[in-house]
């Protein structure tokens, strides 16, 4: 399986702020990475796909990067509304395989 | 716009097989490939299955789980289900049903499966 390190598992910022949370994978998966935005009692909702592709609708405060493995997520001017829990998922390989989650809070 | 709503019990014994469905609305599942994913108590989230009616690879299951595992479709009802058996206490989570392959993009709200005697 390919594993996906995630980090920070959880970080602190305020409205405003820049923040950016970093997946590393154990071998090549090409662009093949989603990244999810989840919220308490919710499911995952993607936010963006192909490693930094905006799914319709979501804010283009939010951005994405890949250099070789590792992967990178990016948030500009952060909102209320963004204090959530943040997971990157490969699907290069199967079976698809997630990173541990970053969880933002307010600081 | 699809949405899915996941069914079934919410607590199970050790040892027996837990069985989920989800029920599409908006679209037919015809064409389509359709997932499990769970999430534990950690957050920690693992892709379980696919299942579809395309092509001769109607099935695939995270070999984590193979063995223990089965998904199906019903084309009548516009749903599908999983089984997973011989469950035990680690199999405790949200079991969410997801649209696509191996990047689901959307998602049910999830139900809680607790396995406990």
């Known amino acids: 399986d390919v594993h996906m390190t995630q980090s920070p598992s959880s970080l602190s910022a305020s409205v405003g702020d820049t923040i950016t949370i970093t997946c590393q994978a154990s071998?090549?998966?090409?662009?093949?990475l989603n990244w999810f935005q989840q919220k308490p009692g919710k499911p995952p909702k993607l936010l963006m796909y192909?490693?930094?592709i905006l799914e319709t609708g979501v804010p283009s405060r939010f951005s994405g990067r890949v250099a070789g493995t590792v992967f990178t997520f990016t948030i500009n001017g952060l909102q209320p509304e963004d204090f959530a829990t943040y997971f990157c998922?490969?699907?290069?390989?199967?079976?698809?395989?997630f990173g541990g989650g970053t969880r933002v809070e307010v600081k | 716009q699809v949405q899915l709503q996941e069914s079934g019990p919410g607590l199970v014994k050790p040892s027996e097989t837990l069985s989920l469905t989800c029920r599409v609305s908006?679209?037919?599942?015809?064409?389509?490939?359709w997932s499990w994913i769970r999430q534990f108590p950690g957050k920690r989230l693992e892709w379980m299955g696919y299942?579809?009616?395309?092509?001769?690879?109607?099935?695939n299951y995270n070999p984590s789980l193979r063995g223990r595992i089965s998904m199906s479709l019903d084309t009548s009802k516009n749903q599908f289900s999983l089984n997973l058996a011989s469950v035990t206490t680690a199999d405790t989570a949200v079991y969410f049903c997801?649209?696509?392959?191996?990047?689901?993009?959307?998602w049910g709200p999830g139900t809680l499966v607790t396995v406990s005697s």
């Open positions: 998922q490969q699907y290069d390989n199967l079976p698809p395989t």
């Open positions: 997801a649209r696509g392959k191996a990047s689901p993009y959307e």
């Open positions: 071998q090549d998966i090409v662009n093949s």
């Open positions: 908006g679209d037919s599942i015809k064409s389509f490939y």
């Open positions: 299942v579809s009616d395309i092509g001769p690879g109607r099935s």
């Open positions: 192909g490693a930094s």
